[in-house]
């Protein structure tokens, strides 16, 4: 399958980026790792008049965390940077766990953070765990940079906040107040496939009280499901098992499955309950360890 | 008679189109080609340099049949494009063996059994191989998930894991062994 026909720029600095966006009033697309957008021109589902090509432009693969805890992905880092990444491990669980669970290994290569987030995919991972840890993206266009809440930015299935001279240059984790503890579990029929169902969970730990909670769910709903009142739930309390279990059905109740052939909607809600107590019995047993 | 209609063959669109010369070091050697943007990299392999050891099996990203290295990176050639590899060095199947020799990951496959129908192999053997280039000693495990973006129709798998695995051994300089793989 050969996409359809599109004019290619690849500039070498930022402000050319933007400019050939400018320029292109709509009709051009941003192509990063190209592992989602790639696949949609050979099926025609896009097919844009110019593709600017930002793999060219210097310093954007990076992640680090600043003096704050604050953790930035730049637009170029990719999967599997993040996969292999002591940083995360060291600092951020819920995204070390998720990383090595987007894809599969030839994806993860190429394809970016920032990039899944665009793509505002309602099984993407990224914008589950970005959602689940109350995360920002930063779009960067001729009238400078704008930082975008991650509940703002994805705006709808394959929909996000952009502007079309914009390009979402960063993601913005904020720094945890509290020692950071959660997960993300995902099913999937084979590697590779979209999920049947998946649980980011992001916490941040006080002690053993619970001072921030962020749940989020992918593959069950119409878009990145943020399971607030189950966060809610577990903030200001100790993960007792009454709490695990609120929490468990609050994310139960928020997922919006349907019927297909990965599985029932009430089959998919167990896996969410199931999921979410997963990560938070896991979250005790880790800190009993450790005591 | 003069016919009532009469077809006119037009110029091919060819000046209208844009292409971009690429100079991508394949297998060790520098190739150059003129290429439209909207050629994917398997394409350019296949056809354009006719190294049709790059298989195409699903073209829609799920497969790997097409895998490729991009700087020693495995990577699904059947999503990048051709213009993206300009400047980068390109491994495919072709470049594996060395003179008549065949590599470690080729002679673990032919003694392990570890194909089939071949189709899929290729893909197999370049995540192989770029795996063991970060991890010369991989576990079982490490070598299924090394290999869980390439996918066998034949079932293979067993087979592919233990040609993997002696590979990695023969690497290390040990004695391949048929037994404790898989």
Redesign the interface.
């Known amino acids: 399958?050969?996409?359809?026909?599109?004019?290619?720029e690849?500039p070498r600095s930022l402000d050319d980026a933007i400019a050939l966006l400018q320029a292109g009033q709509g009709e051009a697309k941003v192509?990063a790792g190209?592992?989602s957008l790639?696949?949609l021109?050979?099926?025609r589902f896009a097919a844009p008049e110019l593709?600017v090509?930002i793999?060219n432009l210097p310093g954007l693969d990076y992640h680090r965390v600043d003096p704050d805890g604050t953790i930035r992905i730049g637009a170029l880092c990719r999967h599997?940077t993040l996969e292999r990444s002591p940083l995360l491990v060291e600092r951020q669980p819920t995204m070390a766990a998720a990383a090595p669970l987007v894809?599969?290994?030839?994806?993860r290569?190429?394809g970016t953070l920032v990039g899944s987030l665009c793509h505002a995919d309602p099984q993407g991972d990224w914008a589950a765990v970005v959602t689940a840890l109350g995360g920002r993206v930063v779009a960067a266009g001729p009238r400078g940079r704008r930082e975008i809440p991650i509940g703002e930015f994805v705006t709808g299935p394959f929909e996000n906040a952009l502007r079309y001279d914009e390009i979402a240059v960063e993601a913005v984790i904020p720094a945890s107040k509290g020692q950071p503890a959660g997960g993300y579990l995902k099913l999937e029929r084979r590697?590779?496939d979209f999920a049947t169902a998946a649980a980011a969970v992001a916490l941040e730990l006080s002690g053993d009280v619970v001072t921030r909670a962020g749940i989020a769910l992918c593959g069950v709903g119409p878009s990145t499901i943020d399971a607030t009142d189950a966060g809610r739930a577990l903030t200001g309390r100790t993960l007792t098992a009454a709490a695990i279990e609120e929490a468990a059905d609050l994310a139960a109740a928020a997922a919006q499955p349907r019927t297909d052939h990965r599985g029932s909607a009430a089959y998919k809600r167990q896996v969410v309950r199931t999921f979410v107590t997963r990560i938070l019995r896991n979250v005790v047993s880790t800190a009993e360890r450790a005591a | 008679m003069s016919p009532l209609f009469e077809e006119i063959i037009e110029e091919p669109a060819s000046a209208d189109?844009?292409t971009?010369r690429v100079a991508i070091t394949v297998n060790g050697q520098r190739r150059v080609a003129e290429v439209?943007?909207?050629?994917?990299l398997a394409?350019l392999l296949r056809q354009g340099f006719k190294l049709t050891g790059t298989h195409l099996g699903c073209?829609?990203?799920?497969c790997?049949a097409c895998?490729v290295l991009v700087d020693g990176?495995?990577?699904?050639s059947?999503?990048?494009?051709a213009?993206?590899a300009d400047g980068h060095e390109v491994t495919t199947v072709e470049g594996l063996a060395s003179m008549s020799e065949l590599s470690p990951i080729q002679e673990g496959f032919k003694d392990e059994h570890g194909l089939q129908c071949g189709f899929c192999t290729p893909g197999m053997m370049l995540?192989a191989t770029a795996m063991l280039a970060e991890n010369p000693n991989p576990t079982e495990e490490d070598v299924r998930?090394?290999l869980?973006?390439?996918l066998c129709r034949c079932t293979g798998y067993q087979n592919i894991v233990k040609a993997v695995l002696w590979a990695a051994a023969k690497m290390r300089g040990e004695e391949p062994s048929h037994e404790g793989a898989a």
């Open positions: 399958m050969y996409p359809s026909r599109f004019r290619y690849a192509l190209g592992q790639v696949p021109l050979k099926l593709l090509d793999n599997a894809a599969d290994p030839l994806v290569n190429r590697v590779g | 189109v844009p971009r439209e943007p909207r050629l994917l394409h073209d829609t990203t799920n790997g895998t990176k495995a990577i699904k059947c999503t990048m494009l213009v993206q995540s998930w090394a869980s973006g390439n």
